[in-house]
């Protein structure tokens, strides 16, 4: 977290450290919204797996967005690819 946390709103760094205290002993994630992420992250490694067991073609990295939606929320608007 201190790598990510310096690039995040300091009240997200909060909470989710929070949530990692709950963690430590084995209690379910209070974040269930996390769980949407670890089925994308599921599917994309699936996906990968299938398309290269076929002979298709995969990107050797995807491309990654990062977006800081509590800037966008303050500004309003972002394209892809634009620095805030």
Do not use: W, Y
């Not at 709103?9 to 379910?28: Q, R, Y």
């Not at 067991?53 to 929320?73: E, F, K, M, N, T």
């Amino acid at each position: 977290m201190s790598v990510l946390g310096a690039h995040l709103n300091p009240a997200i760094v909060a909470v989710f450290s929070e949530a990692l205290k709950v963690m430590e002993d084995g209690t379910a994630c209070p974040a269930s919204q996390l769980a949407v992420g670890g089925m994308s992250i599921a599917a994309l490694a699936n996906t990968l797996a299938v398309r290269i067991l076929s002979g298709q073609p995969v990107a050797p990295a995807p491309r990654i967005h990062l977006v800081d939606l509590d800037r966008l929320a303050e500004v309003g608007t972002l394209t892809l690819g634009e620095s805030l």
